[in-house]
C-alpha cells in the first residue's frame, strides 16, 4: 500500500511560513535547508518551500487546491488560525453537509488550506 510522506507548499518567506505553520499546527517543525522547513505531521512531512532562500531561479506560486490537516482540537486551531496571520479564513468553524466540522483558510502566501475536527473526517 503506498504511504504519501510529503507536501509541498510553496512559500515566499521560509521565516514567516514556518512563524505561520508553527502557530497553526502547534508544533515547531525542523529547518532543513535555507529554503525548507519541514513539519512531521503524523508520518506526513509537511514541506514549506522558498525557491528563492534555497537559490532556486524560480518563484514560488501557490497551490491551486487545499491542503487538508485533521486535528484534536478544532477550536484551538481555529483560534491560532486566526492569531497566525492567515491571508482569508472563514467567520466561523463550519459543520459540512457531508458531516465534517472545519474550517477553510488561505495562509500568508495565497495556498489554500483546510482544518478538519479529526472526529469528523469523512473518507467516503
Known amino acids: 500500500m503506498p504511504k504519501l510522506f510529503r507536501v509541498i507548499l510553496p512559500v515566499s ?10 502557530q497553526l499546527l502547534g508544533i515547531q517543525g525542523k529547518r532543513i535547508s535555507p529554503g525548507r522547513h519541514y513539519f512531521d505531521c503524523d508520518g506526513t512531512i509537511l514541506a514549506c518551500f522558498d525557491p528563492k532562500a534555497d537559490g532556486d531561479k524560480f518563484e514560488a506560486k501557490p ?27 472563514e467567520e466561523k468553524i ?9 474550517f477553510y483558510a488561505k495562509d500568508p502566501f495565497g ?14
Do not use: M
Not at 463550519?94 to 472545519?102: A, C, F, I, N
Open 111 to 124: 495556498n489554500p488550506i483546510c482544518v478538519v475536527d479529526e472526529k469528523t473526517v469523512f473518507i467516503g
Open 13 to 22: 518567506d521560509i521565516g514567516l511560513a514556518e512563524r505561520f505553520y508553527s
Open 63 to 89: 497551490n491551486p487546491d487545499h491542503v487538508y490537516f485533521a486535528v484534536k482540537n478544532l477550536d484551538a486551531a481555529f483560534v491560532r488560525a486566526g492569531k497566525a496571520g492567515c491571508q482569508w479564513i
Open 94 to 102: 463550519q459543520t459540512r453537509p457531508w458531516g465534517e466540522r472545519s
